[in-house]
């Protein structure tokens, strides 16, 4: 398409120029630039973001035909950087430059990419080759610049660790490990429904999943600038998660449960804090034991995108080999001591991906703390039942920010308060800062949260970041059935403002399913399964069986809940 772009150009130039029928413009094609830069670079750790070195080349943007009076576009030319090890340039580094462009910057992080790509022992000066080829289409010759040759001393990089980031590209303090430095890295993650992440290299180099308009490509990778996060499907718990750089693609195998058998025998318990399982059991004698560790996971990867009907049943073993913990597709013995009889507990830690271990300790193990299902709002509608009562709450949606989001019927005599236990009153956020639409939570303040105006509400609350928002719902809206995108308008109960119903013919598939809308913004969304609903979760599932026939779709807010009838 490019060289067809270029040839059109050159058609119409010539219809312009030329005077005579039988005139001709012709052109050589890209022109050579002249290249030089700043001179040897000598990186360092501690100073990744420095300036470490500048390129620069001569213009050649501007393409020369035979007809002097033909004035040709700007930035047809490609020209492309080349870095090497070797004089014959026969293993390189290519990076596209900017059309029209002629300088680059590299800082000392990007720079000991390259050269790390190219395998240049660190904290050794080796000769860096450089070039740049120009090039105007693919059937015409390469241009190349002259070479250009410094001396660069690299920085040696830990290419045996991945860390992985949070959306914001924050360090999460999880890490994945390639143990060969590869670029292959594996290990356990305790994460939430739809976790995004990415995952970073010792170079600096980050991937994450390929963006498209289509939706993206949940397990083929990228580290280009149009990257998406990666994230999870929608289970909550213990990944085996891959990211093959080599490949370019990533998976996660779900394990939901595992099962101890041998000398001691039992359920695990999986503790997503810590990432480790454990097992309390009662111990009738002191000594070695040997046990085996199995379960069965769900496999997620390109072929199956996040679809749970689509994973692939795979076994998730472990065993050992040499001391060390093992992990595969069969299990074998694994031996641990047990110090003493009585009460004690097996923990199998994977949180570090270098070294699992599985060892037997005295006592109970500590169990992960359980976050609260519901956030109640108390007092939010006193001005309608007459009094404070827990019959409105908020739903969570995500446990790792405690994050709890739901629509409330709002008429407030004296504002209200948030509470995280049914009918527990000392155990309560209110006021800190902020008005009725937004603002910071106290525990146990003394000022209640400001009430809005009368009316149905989304309050989105974050007990991490003790954080509130509430937004007015005007209309709700569902969408998807019938594989139809348009929004069909809910009609509120005059029961109960909390419920609404629309009714719908079913006459094709629903392969995406279907989701709730609020004021017709496709970012104030409900998800969910088939019968409850999830805040921004994944397209609700939809039984083709009711092809035919004419339903009632009802939605009831209070409850978080969705029926058809």
Not at 107 to 118: D, F, H, K, P, Y
Not at 340 to 369: H, I, M, Q, R, Y
Not at 435 to 459: C, Q, V, W
Not at 532 to 548: H, K, R, S, T
């Amino acid at each position: 398409m490019k060289n067809f772009r270029i040839l059109l150009a050159l058609i119409l130039l010539a219809l312009t120029a030329c005077e005579n029928d039988g005139d001709i413009i012709t052109t050589d094609g890209a022109d050579a630039v002249t290249l030089s830069g700043s001179g040897d670079a000598v990186l360092s750790a501690e100073s990744t973001d420095a300036l470490a070195l500048t390129l620069y080349w001569t213009d050649n943007s501007r393409l020369t035909t035979s007809d002097s009076r033909v004035q040709t576009p700007i930035g047809t030319i490609v020209n492309t950087l080349e870095f090497a090890a070797a004089e014959d340039f026969s293993d390189i580094v290519s990076e596209q430059t900017d059309a029209g462009t002629t300088s680059k910057q590299y800082t000392a992080e990007a720079l000991n990419s390259i050269v790390g790509r190219l395998g240049l022992e660190a904290n050794t000066p080796h000769p860096l080759y450089i070039r740049i080829s120009s090039v105007l289409a693919e059937n015409m010759p390469t241009q190349y610049s002259n070479t250009y040759i410094i001396n660069v001393t690299p920085y040696e990089i830990d290419r045996t660790t991945g860390y992985v980031l949070n959306a914001d590209k924050s360090d999460s303090g999880s890490r994945l490990a390639a143990r060969n430095g590869d670029g292959i890295y594996a290990g356990f993650q305790g994460v939430g429904a739809w976790y995004n992440w990415w995952l970073q290299e010792g170079d600096g180099t980050l991937w994450g999943n390929i963006g498209d308009d289509g939706g993206g490509k949940p397990f083929i990778i990228s580290s280009n600038e149009q990257h998406w996060n990666f994230w999870y499907p929608g289970q909550s718990g213990c990944y085996y998660t891959t990211v093959n750089t080599q490949k370019q693609e990533w998976t996660a195998l779900y394990i939901p449960s595992l099962t101890v058998s041998g000398d001691i025998e039992g359920q695990m318990e999986y503790n997503r804090k810590a990432n480790a399982w454990t097992l309390t059991f009662n111990a009738q004698k002191a000594g070695s034991a040997t046990i085996q560790i199995a379960g069965t996971g769900a496999l997620y990867n390109s072929s199956t995108g996040t679809d749970d009907a689509a994973a692939v049943s795979t076994p998730a073993c472990f065993g050992q080999s040499g001391g060390e913990i093992t992990f595969g597709t069969s299990a074998s013995d694994i031996n641990v001591e047990i110090p003493a009889t009585g009460t004690a507990t097996l923990t199998l830690d994977l949180s570090n991906p270098l070294e699992w271990t599985c060892t037997v300790k005295e006592g109970a193990g500590e169990s992960e703390p359980t976050a609260a299902a519901s956030l109640w709002a108390v007092g939010i509608d006193d001005g309608t039942t007459g009094g404070w009562n827990f019959d409105q709450q908020l739903f969570l949606t995500d446990e790792d920010a405690l994050r709890y989001v739901g629509l409330c019927n709002v008429n407030s005599l004296w504002g209200y308060r948030l509470y995280t236990e049914k009918d527990v009153w000392d155990n309560y956020y209110a006021l800190n800062s902020g008005d009725a639409l937004s603002g910071t939570l106290l525990k146990g303040s003394e000022n209640n949260l400001p009430a809005p105006d009368a009316g149905l509400y989304l309050i989105d609350v974050g007990l991490n970041a003790l954080s509130y928002a509430l937004t007015a719902v005007q209309s709700v809206q569902i969408t998807g059935i019938n594989d139809d995108w348009n929004l069909t308008q809910m009609t509120q109960s005059t029961d109960d403002p909390c419920v609404f119903t629309a009714q719908v013919s079913v006459s094709a598939s629903t392969p995406w399913g279907f989701k709730v809308l609020l004021n017709e913004n496709w970012d104030t969304y409900f998800g969910g399964t088939s019968g409850a609903m999830v805040y921004q979760g994944e397209n609700i599932p939809f039984d083709d069986g009711l092809i035919g026939s004419t339903i009632t779709v009802s939605v009831d807010f209070r409850n978080n809940s969705i029926s058809f009838e």
